[in-house]
């Protein structure tokens, strides 16, 4: 490497290249939501709490995928379709790698004290990191890994309630499983790119376990159960019909998710991945606030 490509700068770009920091949206969102719900109905908003959830959201993800990186560091290098990801490329060494994952581990761990005197946020962060962490050696035993990492995911919601209000509200259990079925549903359709890679390495997958055309229809099925959930949702919450009608918006994206992508053709899964599920949980957390702001 050259001296240009090794400044500080450019190895942090890199790290964030490595974690896909862009890839933060699929949750963050959702976290932010619930936060907004509980400081209009339950608790009073401080600034300290906004810090804790951002930095709890962001590390706790950094490790997560950084491990990930990590683990799969030998199965990236002989997957075509990874072997330029940044263990295998070069770009970044595993020490490097495992290195951020500790950091990142102990940091969401410290970022927990940032709501005491709530202590629960704390008690709890190691077993939700490992958690976060173990979704990574699934797949070696397991075709459900999809839905550990939707789990992982779904629990951004919940958590943040915790960590504000140490209660659950009963509705956000609804929002969870939407986003449990959503996140599930997505990840298969990204796996099926991996489908026959997964079958040679023993791997166990969805598309690989079950073939790609089934496993579209039950990443299907998975998003219709994601609609009915975010409809139970908005009913129980105490959103009202702005956020109702961003559910409809989100349907109709997620059949045109499942229009784009086919046991055929499967060049825009990529897109299906990350720019329709962008808009989708964005648009989510936008007519939220919304609807909290212009209907209370």
């Not at 619930?34 to 300290?48: G, K, N, P």
């Not at 962490?133 to 779904?154: D, I, P, Q, T």
């Not at 890679?197 to 598309?207: E, H, M, V």
Request: hydrophobic residues 55%; contains cysteine.
């Amino acid at each position: 490497m050259t001296t240009a490509e090794t400044t500080p700068t450019s190895t942090f770009k890199n790290y964030l290249g490595l974690i896909r920091f862009s890839h933060t949206i699929f949750a963050l969102p959702f976290a932010l939501l619930s936060a907004a719900i509980a400081w209009v109905t339950q608790v009073e908003f401080r600034l300290q709490d906004l810090c804790g959830i951002l930095l709890c959201m962001v590390f706790a993800r950094t490790a997560a995928m950084a491990f990930n990186r990590y683990a799969d560091r030998k199965l990236d290098a002989e997957n075509p379709r990874t072997k330029g990801r940044h263990i295998p490329a070069g770009i970044l060494s595993a020490r490097q790698v495992l290195g951020l994952t500790i950091f990142s581990g102990l940091a969401f761990i410290a970022s927990t004290l940032l709501f005491f005197p709530n202590q629960t946020p704390l008690i709890l962060s190691v077993p939700v990191l490992l958690f976060l962490l173990g979704y990574s050696y699934v797949k070696r035993f397991s075709m459900w890994a999809h839905y550990w990492l939707a789990a992982a995911l779904m629990l951004s919601p919940i958590a943040t309630w915790i960590a504000l209000t140490g209660t659950v509200d009963p509705s956000l259990w609804w929002l969870a499983a939407a986003i449990f079925f959503w996140v599930g549903g997505f990840d298969i359709i990204y796996a099926c790119q991996d489908a026959e890679f997964d079958r040679k390495a023993g791997l166990f997958s969805i598309p690989a376990r079950i073939g790609i055309s089934k496993a579209l229809k039950l990443a299907a099925i998975s998003h219709f159960l994601c609609a009915i959930a975010l409809i139970l949702f908005a009913w129980t919450s105490p959103l009202s019909w702005l956020f109702l009608a961003s559910v409809i918006v989100v349907a109709l994206l997620l059949i045109y998710e499942h229009a784009i992508v086919t046991p055929q053709d499967l060049s825009r899964a990529g897109i299906a991945f990350f720019n329709i599920n962008a808009i989708i949980s964005i648009g989510l957390f936008l007519f939220g606030i919304a609807d909290l702001w212009l209907t209370r």
